[in-house]
């Protein structure tokens, strides 16, 4: 099992910057590729990020190339997302999730997740 716990939501102004972390316990997390997924009020969960194990491997969702960065420290079991340039479009729970095997953007592929934290982006 993986035991994973987001945080560095919170309110912003809109081309203001965040940091999400995702901590990770459990088994050893270097071996999971990581992702970051968002859901806003009334919509579907998304796709934004994800990340290999080694992270040699990165996809973005188009709405947030350039603007977003996720990367990964293996030595502190945790996945981060930098968010520049945000945009109200942004405001959404933003969460972490992990899987055995390589990056994906296909949430179905994720076997453990967290709680989720806020994100809101004013304008």
């Known amino acids: 099992q993986v035991q994973l716990v987001e945080s560095g939501g919170g309110l912003v102004q809109a081309g203001g910057s965040l940091t999400l972390s995702c901590a990770a316990s459990?088994?050893?997390?270097?071996?999971?590729?990581g992702g970051w997924f968002r859901q806003a009020p009334g919509k579907e969960r998304e796709f934004v990020a994800t990340i290999s194990w080694s992270s040699r491997t990165t996809y973005y969702t188009n709405s947030v190339k350039d603007r977003f960065t996720i990367s990964r420290d293996n030595a502190k079991n945790t996945v981060y997302l930098r968010m520049n340039s945000l945009k109200p479009e942004d405001t959404a729970v933003y969460y972490c999730a992990a899987r055995r095997g390589t990056a994906s953007s296909d949430s179905i592929q994720y076997n453990y997740w967290g709680q989720g934290t806020q994100v809101t982006v004013s304008s």
């Open positions: 459990g088994r050893t997390f270097s071996n999971y590729a």
